[in-house]
């Protein structure tokens, strides 16, 4: 079957960084997708991982292993607004994407 | 603001009603879809239009009825409910739905409650 795992829950404080794992098993494989979650508003997309590279944009990285079916996002110097759900999703062989439950992440000042 | 729009955000309705989720795409993609989320679940993908043509439809409930009647517009046409499917329902678009690393943008979602 096809399978997404996530943490249900994290919390980190104000300024250090925190590291969301994924890890999936899907009917093939086309990449990883991670989404940030505000209550009340849109998911924003983050990243997308295709190969085994880590991605940065800014604070934000995103990393990914292909053969261990493994991904984490990192968050570094973070602060009060990125308390939100993470969402990480696999792309199977039909580019459809396989959602996890979300990471709650909960910033502590 | 992600370029997509839905409408209502709330709704409540009862199990006999008809009501209608609508959402509108101004990026110019021709790929629309509408997911259902359900408290500590993953999102369930319910249907996926491409250049306005139906390509998937994962076993939802013919209480469920989608419409797509252009790229840029697709409505949730819902009748006969039942209380379990109170849930937030998020539309989402990307550019066209083949390809790898095609970004989806999201609407902000309807909330709907059944009772």
């Known amino acids: 079957g096809q399978n997404i795992d996530q943490p249900t829950e994290m919390t980190a404080t104000e300024g250090a960084i925190v590291q969301i794992n994924c890890t999936y098993q899907?009917?093939?494989?086309?990449?990883l997708v991670w989404y940030q979650h505000h209550a009340g508003a849109a998911p924003t997309f983050l990243s997308y991982n295709g190969l085994d590279v880590l991605e940065e944009k800014g604070r934000f990285s995103s990393f990914l292993s292909r053969s261990k079916g493994y991904s984490y996002l990192l968050l570094k110097e973070l602060q009060m607004k990125d308390s939100a759900s993470y969402l990480c999703?696999?792309?199977?062989?039909?580019?459809?994407?396989?959602w996890g439950t979300g990471t709650k992440l909960i910033i502590k000042p | 603001e992600t370029g997509v729009t839905q409408t209502p955000r709330h709704l409540v309705m009862g199990m006999t009603n008809k009501k209608s989720l609508k959402c509108e795409q101004h990026l110019g993609h021709n790929a629309m879809y509408w997911y259902k989320q359900s408290a500590k679940k993953p999102l369930e993908l319910m249907f996926v239009y491409n250049f306005k043509e139906q390509t998937e439809n994962n076993s939802v409930p013919s209480r469920f009825s989608p419409e797509c009647p252009n790229s840029s517009h697709l409505f949730l046409h819902l009748h006969t409910l039942q209380p379990e499917d109170s849930a937030l329902y998020l539309c989402a678009s990307s550019q066209d739905g083949t390809s790898g690393g095609n970004e989806q943008f999201f609407g902000p979602g309807t909330r709907l409650t059944v009772l």
């Open positions: 999703a696999a792309m199977d062989s039909n580019y459809q994407l396989i």
């Open positions: 899907t009917s093939g494989f086309n990449g």
